[in-house]
Structures are given as structure tokens and as C-alpha cells.
């Protein structure tokens, strides 16, 4: 298996309650950290635009940024969450993400159970933030699928 990094957000919702979400990225490596930070704050944003939470930590090798919360929204809850499904654009091997408080202003009103993919909005530039900065566990390009929403009790 390839040496991978990550990149793990976690949110504050408006009970405060933190949850996480992580994602595996490319070795940062001396050549490619400027392009890889980049690649990282592209993909914090562009979930910002999907969720209501606050994100309170970004961490990625050893460095860790911290900002307290709660969120100011109550609506951002960490129960309600993306689940990202994704395939390696390689194996063709499936996988998920989730990410925590959700924002259900984004789902798509013609199927209301996954977020509107293909509004050129902010789901989308999420969708292609997190295939341009993410890896899969194989260390290959992903592919977003499909963006549900979801309740979890963790």
C-alpha cells in the first residue's frame, strides 16, 4: 500500500458537539507542500459551503490549527451528515466519507435524499475540491458518486 497523508476536519455543531471528518490526501512532501496547502484549504472551504458546523480543527501530518466554537447556526447539528460515496478511478474499489452538520439547504429538490450535484453551486465545488485533494486508501484519484444525507447517532 502507497504512503498516503490526510487531511482531518473537525466540527463544532450548535450543542457543541464535535465531530470529524478525515480524508486521505497525498504525502506532503518538501515539493509538494505549497500545492498540497492549497489543494487542503480549497476542500476545507468548499465543505464549509456544504455544512453548518464550525470547523474548530484542521490537522494534516503535524501541524493542527485549532478555533473554538459552538457554531452560531441551530441547525448545525453533528447527527446530520453527508455521507460521500466515492470509487477509486483505478480499482474502481468504493468508499465513504462523512461529514458532519450537514446543511440540508443543499439538497437537490428533485431527489431530496442527496445533495444537488450538478448546479454548479457549492455542492459541486465540493465535489470537485475534495477529486482534486483527496486520495483513496489505494493512493488513486476518487471519484465522488453520490452525496446522501443522513442521521447518525455518533
Known amino acids: 500500500m502507497p504512503t498516503t497523508g490526510f487531511t482531518s476536519l473537525s466540527y463544532a455543531d450548535y450543542n457543541n458537539e464535535i465531530s470529524t471528518v478525515r480524508v486521505h490526501a497525498a504525502e506532503t ?19 464549509a ?19 473554538l466554537g459552538p457554531a452560531d ?6 447527527e446530520k451528515k453527508w455521507l460521500v460515496s466515492y470509487h477509486d478511478g483505478v480499482t474502481l474499489k468504493r468508499y465513504n466519507v462523512e461529514i458532519p452538520c450537514a446543511d ?15 448546479d454548479a453551486g457549492v455542492v459541486d465545488a465540493f465535489v470537485s475540491a475534495f477529486e482534486a485533494f483527496a486520495v483513496t486508501p ?11 444525507f443522513v ?3 455518533q
Do not use: F
Not at 38 to 44: D, F, G
Not at 73 to 78: H, I, K, V
Not at 105 to 117: S, T, V, Y
Not at 138 to 148: A, C, L, S
Open 104 to 118: 440540508t439547504a443543499q439538497l437537490d429538490p428533485q431527489d431530496r435524499a442527496n445533495a444537488h450535484i450538478g
Open 151 to 153: 442521521g447518525r447517532n
Open 138 to 148: 489505494d493512493g488513486n484519484t476518487p471519484i465522488v458518486d453520490e452525496i446522501t
Open 73 to 78: 447556526d441551530d441547525e448545525a447539528q453533528r
Open 49 to 67: 459551503g456544504i455544512t453548518l458546523g464550525l470547523r474548530i480543527k484542521m490537522s494534516y501530518g503535524n501541524d493542527i490549527k485549532t478555533v
Open 29 to 47: 512532501t518538501a515539493a509538494n507542500h505549497d500545492a498540497e496547502h492549497i489543494a487542503r484549504v480549497a476542500l476545507a472551504d468548499a465543505i
